[in-house]
């Protein structure tokens, strides 16, 4: 048996789930450089070479996608383990 099974079987599921949520908190923090990361460059990026500005744009969408994916997914895993 798992130690969140047990937790869960002895009814500290509550317990559980503010560690999830203290977990995405930290897990918010590295999507969120990413993002910072991103456009930031890509700003530079399109002062630099403005007639490239429909790659770089494109290529920023698909990187925030990316980093967007890993906050939806420490968002979703408190729920899938808490309950």
Known sequence: MSALQTLA???LTGD???LGSIGYGLAAIGP???IGIIFG???EALARQPE???LIRNNQILGFAFCEA???IGL???FVYGS
Do not use: H
């Open 52 to 54: 490239a500005a429909s």
């Open 16 to 18: 559980i789930k503010a």
């Open 41 to 43: 460059k890509g700003t």
């Open 70 to 72: 890993l906050a939806l």
């Open 76 to 78: 979703v895993m408190p």
């Open 9 to 11: 079987a002895e009814g």
């Open 32 to 34: 969120g450089v990413g």
